[in-house]
C-alpha cells in the first residue's frame, strides 16, 4: 500500500529565511508525485508534477525535487503570503487515486 | 477557463439523513475523484469516475455511492449519514491519458456537519 509521510507537521519562518519540506514516500512503481498548496477552508491548489528520480521544477519562489525515496519543497526567501498547508500525494503502480500526506503547515512571520 | 466547481459550499444535515454533493469537473476533463478531508488530515480518496462507471474504490463504506453523467459532472451521495462524515469533500477532474493520467485538479469543496 502506498503510504506518504510529511515533516516537520508545522514550521515557523522569519520573511527571507529559506528552508524545505520533506516528504517520503514508498510506492510501487511511482507514477508521479505531486505538491499542492492548501489555505484554510479552500481545495488544494496543484503546484508541481515529478515524475522520475532526480527530476526538478521551479515556480517563484518554490523548487521541488525528487529521490527514490523522497521529496524535497525548497522555500526561497519565503513571504507571508506563502503561509499555507503544503501537501504531497503520490500515485502507484496501476492506482488512479492519490495518496496525501498529512501536509506541512508553513507560517511565514513579516 | 472555468476550474472545478463545486455545491453547495456549506451544508449542515442531522444524522440518519442523506446528502446529494455534486461537481463540474475543468474545462476538457473527463474524469472525476472525490476524497473526504478530516481537520488536520490529508484528503482520503474515495472513488473515482471515468466514462460512467467507477473505476477505482477506497476504503469507504457502501453508503458512499456516486454518479458521473455524460457531460463529466458528477454527484457524490452520502445515506445514512453520521458525526464522523463531517468534513470536507473535495471532488478532483483530470484527464485521461491512458498509461500517464495528467494531474488531478481540485475544486473548493464542500463543507459538510453533521449534527
Known amino acids: 500500500e502506498d503510504q506518504v509521510t510529511q515533516s516537520p507537521e508545522a514550521l515557523r519562518l522569519q520573511e527571507g529565511e529559506s528552508s ?4 517520503s514516500y514508498t510506492v510501487s512503481g511511482l507514477r508521479g508525485l505531486f505538491w499542492y498548496r492548501q489555505d484554510p477552508g479552500k481545495g488544494p491548489e496543484f503546484l508541481f508534477t515529478l515524475y522520475s528520480a532526480g527530476e526538478e521544477k521551479e515556480k517563484e519562489r518554490l523548487k521541488a525535487t525528487l529521490t527514490k525515496k523522497e521529496s524535497f519543497l525548497h522555500i526561497t526567501a519565503p513571504k507571508p503570503e506563502d503561509s499555507a498547508t503544503y501537501l504531497c500525494a503520490v500515485q502507484g503502480g496501476s492506482n488512479y487515486k492519490l495518496t496525501f500526506g498529512k501536509g506541512t503547515l508553513l507560517t511565514v512571520n513579516p | ?3 472545478v466547481t463545486q455545491s453547495p459550499t456549506h451544508l449542515i444535515k442531522t444524522r440518519g439523513q442523506q446528502v446529494t454533493l455534486r461537481c463540474s469537473p475543468k474545462s476538457g476533463h473527463d474524469t472525476v475523484s472525490w476524497y473526504q478531508q ?13 466514462e460512467e462507471e467507477e473505476r477505482q474504490r477506497g476504503n ?4 458512499f455511492s456516486g454518479h458521473q453523467f455524460p ?3 458528477s454527484e457524490l ?5 453520521l458525526l464522523g462524515d463531517s468534513a470536507l469533500y473535495l471532488c478532483a ?10 494531474t488531478q485538479y481540485f475544486g473548493p469543496g ?3 456537519l453533521v449534527l
Open chain 2, 110 to 112: 464542500t463543507r459538510l
Open chain 1, 20 to 23: 524545505s519540506l520533506n516528504c
Open chain 2, 60 to 63: 469507504f463504506p457502501d453508503r
Open chain 2, 77 to 81: 451521495n452520502v445515506n445514512a449519514l
Open chain 2, 93 to 102: 477532474s483530470s484527464l485521461d491519458l491512458g498509461p500517464k493520467e495528467e
Open chain 2, 71 to 73: 457531460n463529466y459532472s
Open chain 2, 38 to 50: 478530516a481537520l488536520g488530515q490529508g484528503p482520503q480518496f474515495i472513488f473515482q469516475y471515468y
Open chain 2, 1 to 3: 477557463d472555468a476550474g
